[in-house]
């Protein structure tokens, strides 16, 4: 309480202009506005919150369809809400990055030395009841028997990855099925790279996403990219000026697609 009363003291108006923490309910998020507003000052949102919100909330509420998910990463784990969500409002979603092995060993298929989560299998096969034809997986993948640009690697169909081999990309074709997809879209959300986009060639999946996301953008789609990786991904690969939003919220986009309000924001004047 002391903290949050100097804190309140220091200043007549608060601004919350830091998206990238507004899941957060810390001090200084949502106790000193809430002070400060009991002291009868004004506690208000900045132009880059109203902004994502506005981009996030209004892409789930009232999307242009088709309505295209595309989620990546490492874990299912991370992303669990997030799927269920996004499957009862998305036309697709379509999975990429590590988290399509876990998945595939669901599915009964061989994963090599890929990154995958074994406590998370059921949970996986629960997803992919629920998400029918909507949840679509990679059918091919890149694979190499080392973490490196000149490791031996091959195109295996998805759920065949060798013993010796992880996957680290979604395969061309794969590419070419969500490209035309996404191209299709009236509304596009993209969380978490396809594969290693860091470490060429692994990067070409994520590279085609990309490509096809600004085509999407071009032909009038509104196109959202949640923070984080997929924001670093654009962002190297050249595409963030092609693309409706990037966030500046990985945390808080990934919650936000969970579909959650923020209390740090609830709290403040016309938010």
């Keep these: 309480p002391a903290y949050v009363d100097g804190l309140a003291g220091l200043a007549d108006l608060y601004v919350n202009d830091a998206f990238g923490t507004c899941h957060r309910t810390e001090a200084s998020m949502y106790a000193v506005p809430a002070a400060m507003k009991q002291q009868g000052k004004p506690a208000v949102t900045g132009f880059l919150v109203e902004k994502e919100v506005a981009y996030l909330a209004d892409a789930i509420a009232h999307p242009k369809r088709p309505f295209v998910a595309i989620l990546g990463g490492k874990k299912v784990s991370d992303k669990i809400a997030v799927i269920e969500n996004l499957l009862s409002i998305c036309d697709k979603v379509l999975i990429g990055g590590a ?8 599915q009964g298929g061989k994963t090599g030395m890929s990154l995958v989560e074994p406590d998370k299998v059921e949970l996986a096969r629960e997803l992919l009841g629920k ?41 061309p074709e794969t590419a070419r099925r969500y490209a035309d997809i996404i191209r299709s879209a009236g509304t596009v959300v993209w969380n ?11 990067d070409a999946g994520t590279k085609a996403v990309a490509d096809a996301v600004a085509d999407a953008t071009a032909n009038g789609a509104i196109t959202i990219i949640g923070g984080g990786d997929s924001a670093a991904a ?19 986009s990934l919650e936000m697609l969970e579909g959650k309000s923020f209390a740090s924001v609830a709290l403040l004047d016309e938010a």
Excluded at 99 to 106: D, R
Excluded at 237 to 248: F, N, Q
Aim: aromatic residues 8%.
């Design 99 to 106: 988290m399509a092995y876990t998945f595939s060993l669901a």
């Design 131 to 171: 998400g029918g034809e909507k949840l679509v997986l990679p059918v091919d993948t890149h694979a190499a028997d080392d973490f490196s640009s000149e490791a031996n690697k091959q195109v295996v169909p998805a759920g065949q990855i060798p013993d010796g081999y992880e996957g680290l990309d979604i395969g």
């Design 234 to 252: 654009v962002e190297q690969l050249g595409y963030a000026d092609k693309v409706s939003h990037v966030s500046t919220g990985g945390g808080a």
């Design 192 to 202: 978490g790279p396809m594969g290693v986009f860091e470490l060429p060639p692994f």
